[in-house]
């Protein structure tokens, strides 16, 4: 019985055997060689090929690094045709919006290929092909936006990838600089303003996880530009919340991308030079004093200039008197002229005062 059509490149079969294990990364060759021992005689397509690889990595997300070079020299003997190309762009761009947690993977891959496929046809190499497939999509937003249930969760999974390719696309400039592409940026911007302007829980759901993946990296990108995006997105933010009909469950998931956003998406600069901390540099410069109190129950402590003085005596005799408590009680029980006036119980204006400052204390603590 004659063997079917071998369907793969001559440039391919001219540098590897199919039969042999290089042809696959290490991870899965043994399955594909242990078919063909049993005497199985079809042999894989360019889509077969990649749809594997791809669904290996969706389930091994790990073998990423160690297994992407077999993958793009493999590519690069086997994609030599525009129909091969887009093929393989098709491919990826699918796996990536249709299996939720592919989108990063997918994105990763992307960059990688766009710098290792030697292809480079005159309709576009694979970087170029790839924004061709997702301007296909992005040009029908704001029909996808409005549309049915179904048609909006696959503009979802859009509007993500977009997200991590915006944040993992590396363009190279002449100089060697690496950039972002900025007609991602400006995709991301628009989509955003498809996504608040049909206010549904889902889109604005979308919109939060949008924002919460990339809303650091693009505020940092308008600002160098002098541009005030951010701020225009969190006022439509702010009166989606007051206007539009949308869950109380999304409107507090978006009063809290708020105030994200008002603490600088959560990022913390640590100090470049070390300060010795003062009450000037420093907010809690004076969080581990202690707390006294006056006779009217008034706490205090070297934070407060007015009683700058007393609170000097008061830590002098603390040093003195080892049985002197922070909150003012002399726990060894003699009488102490300067704190004569105050009795064992308070009085109940100064002990009501007090619970108030301990309960303040705890809310802020926990805060």
Not at 20 to 34: G, K
Not at 221 to 232: I, N
Not at 233 to 253: F, G, H, P, Y
Not at 274 to 285: K, L, M, Q, V
Request: glycine letters at 6%.
């Amino acid at each position: 019985m004659a063997k079917p059509q071998v369907v793969v490149a001559p440039v391919l079969m001219s540098k590897l055997s199919v039969n042999a294990p290089e042809f696959y990364p290490s991870s899965y060759s043994s399955n594909y060689t242990e078919s063909y021992e049993d005497g199985c005689e079809d042999y894989p397509t360019l889509s077969e090929y990649v749809q594997d690889f791809l669904n290996h990595l969706t389930e091994q997300p790990g073998s990423f690094e160690t297994e992407i070079g077999q993958f793009a020299e493999t590519l690069n003997g086997w994609v030599t045709t525009d129909d091969a190309l887009q093929e393989l762009v098709e491919l990826i761009y699918q796996q990536a919006t249709s299996i939720p947690n592919f989108s990063y993977m997918g994105a990763r891959l992307c960059n990688y290929l766009s710098h290792h496929l030697t292809i480079s046809p005159q309709s576009g190499n694979f970087r170029q092909l790839l924004l061709q497939r997702c301007r296909t999509e992005y040009e029908v937003k704001d029909q996808a936006a409005k549309g049915d249930e179904v048609t909006r969760k696959r503009f979802h999974a859009f509007v993500l990838f977009l997200g991590e390719l915006y944040l993992n696309l590396e363009i190279k400039g002449t100089n060697g600089q690496v950039t972002r592409a900025d007609i991602l940026q400006v995709g991301l911007r628009e989509l955003l303003n498809a996504l608040f302007s049909n206010p549904m829980d889902d889109n604005l759901i979308c919109a939060v996880k949008l924002l919460k993946l990339t809303g650091s990296v693009l505020e940092d990108a308008w600002k160098e530009k002098g541009k005030t995006d951010m701020e225009e997105i969190i006022q439509r933010i702010e009166n989606v919340v007051l206007d539009a009909n949308c869950s109380r469950d999304v409107k507090q998931m978006l009063l809290k991308l708020v105030e994200l956003r008002s603490s600088n998406w959560g990022r913390v600069h640590a100090a470049s030079t070390y300060r010795e901390a003062t009450p000037e540099n420093d907010p809690n410069y004076f969080m581990n004093e202690p707390t006294f109190y006056t006779s009217d129950g008034i706490p205090f402590t070297a934070a407060d200039p007015d009683y700058q003085e007393k609170y000097q005596e008061l830590l002098e005799r603390e040093d003195f008197f080892p049985d002197y408590e922070e909150n003012g009680t002399d726990l060894s029980g003699g009488g102490d002229p300067y704190l004569d006036d105050i009795d064992d119980e308070m009085d109940p204006e100064i002990e009501e005062a007090y619970e108030k400052f301990c309960l303040e204390s705890e809310r802020k603590r926990k805060q």
